[in-house]
């Protein structure tokens, strides 16, 4: 039979334990419901009407550089699988856009570009040094009397290389939306900041679409110094993911457009990039749910010394 001063302490303790919780449970609530509101608003469309590139519609088999993945009318540049042969070069698709070639811009030379011609609609590229690897700027480029449409990435190669800090620095075309700073993979739930940059200069109150591979999308206005945070919506759906591996395997692009109109001329840039999901998403509950087990588990000896202490 319990005692009444066994359950005295039973129930203090579990109400010391369920303060020192409170915090964190009230934590992962509203983490949970701004995550969920995040990707709800993100996927709305984009007030305004978020900028897009033009459909282009095929008969037959696709033309080269034309080929559209399924989630973006935007021009991207995207891996196009593993090429054969040697393990430093990269085999890059581009997409929605008439490009010839691709030019990749290297840490070590930032101001002196090699070119690559597009084949299919993928181009083979690998460093000029073998010696100089690390992150690339790769831009592909179409040009008419009227228009200039521009698709750029970041991309990694194996072996080491300089800090892309004077990459970055360096205009490699009339408009760009440059990262700031460079990033391998972004995450969900992060805030990262670009600069959209026109004739080498920061563009203020320029207006930058964004979309996901997930279906979020959405618009925001560059500030005076020209510069946008975008903070990466929660939309993966890792329900029935169990397995930390396994999320941590997922990924998808995002993809960020700006267009200025500037002497008869429209110049468009996109800038994509890999995202993946938030690796504590989904646990916060659990986290909380654990500690509040844990704190249960912690009064039950101490239950047991007061009771042996009235025997």
Do not use: C
Not at 237 to 246: H, K, L, N, R, V
Not at 292 to 304: D, I, T
Request: aromatic letters at 6%; hydrophobic letters at 40%.
């Amino acid at each position: 039979m319990v005692r009444p001063s066994q359950l005295q302490v039973l129930r203090s303790t579990t109400r010391r334990a369920v303060r020192a919780l409170l915090p964190l449970l009230a934590w992962a609530y509203h983490a949970h419901a701004a995550a969920a509101a995040t990707g709800d608003a993100a996927r709305s469309p984009a007030v305004g009407g978020a900028m897009t590139a033009p459909v282009h519609e095929h008969g037959g088999p696709p033309s080269a550089g034309r080929q559209s993945p399924a989630w973006t009318t935007r021009p991207i540049i995207q891996s196009a699988g593993r090429p054969g042969g040697d393990r430093g070069f990269a085999a890059l698709a581009v997409r929605n856009l008439a490009a010839a070639e691709i030019e990749a811009y290297s840490p070590a030379r930032p101001a002196s570009p090699w070119r690559t011609r597009i084949d299919g609609g993928v181009a083979r590229i690998a460093p000029t040094d073998p010696t100089q690897g690390g992150m690339h700027w790769i831009e592909a480029r179409e040009e008419s009397p009227t228009a200039v449409t521009v698709a750029s990435t970041l991309w990694t190669f194996s072996s080491k290389g300089p800090a892309p800090r004077a990459l970055l620095d360096t205009p490699k075309s009339e408009l760009e939306i440059v990262p700031q700073p460079a990033v391998n993979r972004y995450r969900e739930g992060g805030s990262w900041d670009f600069v959209v940059r026109f004739m080498a200069r920061p563009l203020p109150q320029a207006p930058v679409a964004w979309e996901t591979q997930n279906g979020s999308r959405g618009e925001l206005v560059a500030d005076a110094s020209g510069r946008i945070t975008l903070t990466v919506p929660h939309d993966f759906d890792i329900a029935g993911q169990t397995e930390t591996d396994q999320i941590n395997r997922l990924q998808a692009q995002f993809v960020l457009t700006t267009e200025r109109v500037e002497g008869g001329k429209t110049y468009q840039t996109n800038f994509n990039a890999i995202y993946s999901p938030d690796r504590i998403r989904g646990k916060s509950l659990a986290w909380g749910g654990g500690f509040m087990l844990l704190g249960v588990g912690l009064a039950v000896p101490l239950l047991r010394r007061k009771g042996k202490a009235h025997v």
